[in-house]
C-alpha cells in the first residue's frame, strides 16, 4: 500500500518553495515539492487580423487575444474568472506601461486590462494606468497589485526592453541600473514597493523592434507584424521567450547569427543571480494559440 505521509522535511520544502513561487508570482500547481514547481506557464496568443494593413490595432480583437491568454494561463473558461484568480476587489491596482513613443503600448492593450480588472470589483478610483510618473502617482503608491504590459524591442542599454526592465520606473535614477548591459534589474522587483505585487506580465508582439543601434534608433524596416502578445506571471520566463523570438527573427532577416548588442544577458541573470524566474527554455511551458504561420518558437 502507497505511504500517502509527508514527512516533516518533505513539507518543509513544499512549504519554503510555495513560499518562493508566491513571491516571484509563479502559478501554483497541485502536488508539494520541487516537481510541482518544476515549470512556469507562459501563453503565446497570435492573430493575423490584430492589425490593419495601415498598422491600426484591432481593439476588440486584442481584448479577445488578452482572454484568450488569461484564461489559458489560470484554466478558467470565463475571463473575469480568471482574472479573479489574481485581482481581488480590494486590491489598488497599477497597470505598468510604457510611453516610449516609437513603441508604446497600445492604448487598446491598456484598456482592455482596465476593463477586466474593473469587472472583478475594483473601484475606478483604485485603477491607474501609468509609465513614467508612477513614482508619484498616489494609486501606484498605494497599490497592492501590480500588472505589467509593455511592448518587446531591442533596446541599447539591456538588450532588450521587456517585463523585467518595464520596472526600471519604480527608481528615482534609472540609469544607476545600466551598468553591465542592466545587468542587475531584478534587484528592482525585489524593492517593497514592487515585491510580490506583480500580478500578471503581458509582453506585447504586435510589431517587435528587433535590431536597433543608439539609446533612441529606431527604423521601422527592423520591425514586422508579428500579431502577438505573451502571457504569464513569470517576468523571466517570458523575457526568454520573447528574446528567443527575436533572435530567430533576427537570424531570418540577417541570414545569419547576430548576438544582441549589448547581450540581454539580465534575463539569465535574473534567474540565475536574484532567482526572479525561470529561465531555461526547458522548464517554461509555452502554451500556443491562435495564427500559427511565422510563429519562430
Not at 60 to 80: G, H, R, S, T, W
Not at 225 to 231: D, E, K, P, R, V
Amino acid at each position: 500500500m502507497m505511504n500517502n505521509k509527508l514527512t516533516r522535511r518533505e513539507f518543509l520544502r513544499g512549504t519554503a518553495l510555495a513560499g518562493a513561487a508566491a513571491v516571484v508570482g509563479l502559478p501554483m500547481r497541485s502536488g508539494w515539492g520541487e516537481e510541482a514547481l518544476s515549470k512556469t506557464r507562459v501563453v503565446l496568443v497570435r492573430d493575423a487580423d490584430v492589425l490593419s494593413d495601415a498598422g491600426e490595432v484591432d481593439s476588440e480583437i486584442i481584448a479577445d487575444m488578452l482572454d484568450k491568454a488569461v484564461c489559458a494561463l489560470f484554466d478558467k473558461q470565463n475571463p473575469v474568472d480568471a482574472w479573479k484568480r489574481i485581482i481581488s476587489a480590494d486590491d489598488i491596482v497599477g497597470i505598468k506601461t510604457n510611453a516610449w513613443h516609437y513603441l508604446p503600448t497600445p492604448s487598446e492593450m491598456e484598456q482592455a486590462v482596465r476593463r477586466r480588472v474593473l469587472e472583478t470589483g475594483v473601484a475606478e478610483e483604485n485603477i491607474s494606468i501609468d509609465d513614467r510618473g508612477i513614482l508619484g502617482n498616489p494609486v501606484f503608491q498605494k497599490s497592492t497589485a501590480l500588472v505589467n504590459v509593455r511592448p518587446l524591442r531591442t533596446h541599447n542599454w539591456a538588450g532588450i526592453g521587456g517585463c523585467i526592465k518595464n520596472y526600471i520606473m519604480f527608481v528615482p535614477r534609472p540609469d544607476a541600473y545600466h551598468g553591465n548591459s542592466c545587468a542587475d534589474l531584478a534587484t528592482i522587483w525585489q524593492m517593497p514597493h514592487v515585491k510580490g505585487r506583480t500580478r500578471l506580465n503581458i509582453l506585447v508582439l504586435l510589431t517587435p523592434l528587433f535590431y536597433g543601434l543608439g539609446p533612441h534608433h529606431f527604423d521601422r524596416k527592423y520591425t514586422w507584424q508579428y500579431g502577438g502578445i505573451l502571457a504569464g506571471t513569470d517576468p523571466v520566463a517570458i523575457d526568454t521567450t520573447g528574446l528567443r523570438i527575436l533572435e530567430a527573427k533576427r537570424l531570418e532577416y540577417f541570414k545569419e547569427y547576430r548576438p544582441m548588442t549589448p547581450p540581454a544577458h539580465h534575463v539569465k541573470i535574473a534567474d540565475t543571480r536574484h532567482g526572479l524566474g525561470i529561465s531555461d527554455p526547458d522548464r517554461i511551458e509555452l502554451v500556443r494559440l491562435g495564427w500559427q504561420d511565422g510563429a519562430l518558437i
